[in-house]
């Protein structure tokens, strides 16, 4: 079984930066894509960025592309969740998601087989 735990999340006025952590459990890690959803209050959820098992892909929605960076330490068992430059259109609580096999898709939550109970970003303007 693998558990997900986010932590990192906050207040921050615009224009700030936030790290967020995912630190995963179990055995799966080093072999598994993983990536970072969010979902703002009366939205759906959306996906942000997503890291290959090798950290040799990454991949991010348009409208965090160039803020925000993904990345992972194997060795840690852990993801992160570098954003920059962030806007008010950025709160929402994240969650992290991990791949428990093959996956056509990154973009699709669907695709995804563990979540973590997520975290609150809150950015002021």
């Known amino acids: 079984q693998v558990q997900l735990v986010e932590s990192g999340g906050g207040l921050v006025q615009a224009g700030g930066s936030l790290r967020l952590t995912c630190a995963a459990s179990g055995r799966t890690f080093s072999t598994s894509a993983m990536g970072w959803f969010r979902q703002a209050p009366g939205k759906e959820r959306e996906f942000v960025a997503a890291i290959s098992w090798s950290a040799g892909n990454t991949y991010y929605a348009n409208s965090v592309k160039g803020r925000f960076t993904i990345s992972r330490d194997n060795a840690k068992n852990t993801v992160y969740l570098q954003m920059n430059s962030l806007k008010p259109e950025d709160t929402a609580v994240y969650y992290c998601?991990?791949?428990?096999?093959?996956?056509?898709?990154?973009?699709?939550?669907?695709?995804?087989?563990?979540w973590g109970q997520g975290t609150q970003v809150t950015v002021s303007s």
């Open positions: 998601a991990l791949q428990g096999g093959y996956r056509r898709s990154y973009y699709s939550g669907s695709s995804y087989d563990y």
